[in-house]
């Protein structure tokens, strides 16, 4: 068991069964994961994790946290299909991602963002990729 893991859990008390695709998990997980690769302190990553799941009712403001979560907020958006548009393929997405650094994204967080193994991305935090 991991600091986060109770986090993790009151997270998924928050995720209705039915929401789809269990979006905030994901960009949970995601925060978490970019946050990590940049070697931020423990506290901050728990920080990040805490505001991850309220990443559309607006912005916090730790900058560098808030870069984070913006750029697991639109991985998420991408690569999952929502009702009304199809999904983007990861490889696309990350080469999105990647054109925006520097634009709408901290660089910093896109190099983090670049060391993920991104086939991960597209499915649900702690369930391996299908072989």
């Known amino acids: 068991m991991n600091a986060f893991d109770p986090w993790l ?3 998924r008390i928050l995720v209705v069964d039915d929401e789809p695709n269990n979006v905030l998990l994901r960009i949970w997980h995601t925060s978490a994961l970019l946050a990590s690769r940049l070697r931020l302190p423990d506290d901050t990553i728990e920080l990040i994790q ?3 799941p309220l ?3 607006g912005k916090i403001e730790i900058p560098l946290a808030g870069q984070i979560v913006a750029v697991a907020d639109v991985v998420d ?3 999952h299909e929502p009702p009304y548009k199809p999904a983007c393929p990861v490889d696309r997405t990350v080469g999105e991602i990647c054109r925006q650094a520097g ?3 901290d660089p910093r967080v896109v190099d983090a963002f670049c060391t993920l ?3 991960s991305l597209a499915n649900e935090p702690g369930k391996e990729a299908a072989a």
């Open 9 to 11: 859990s009151d997270l």
């Open 77 to 79: 958006a991408l690569t």
């Open 117 to 119: 193994t991104h086939a």
């Open 55 to 57: 990443h559309d009712v």
């Open 50 to 52: 805490r505001a991850a």
């Open 103 to 105: 634009e709408h994204f």
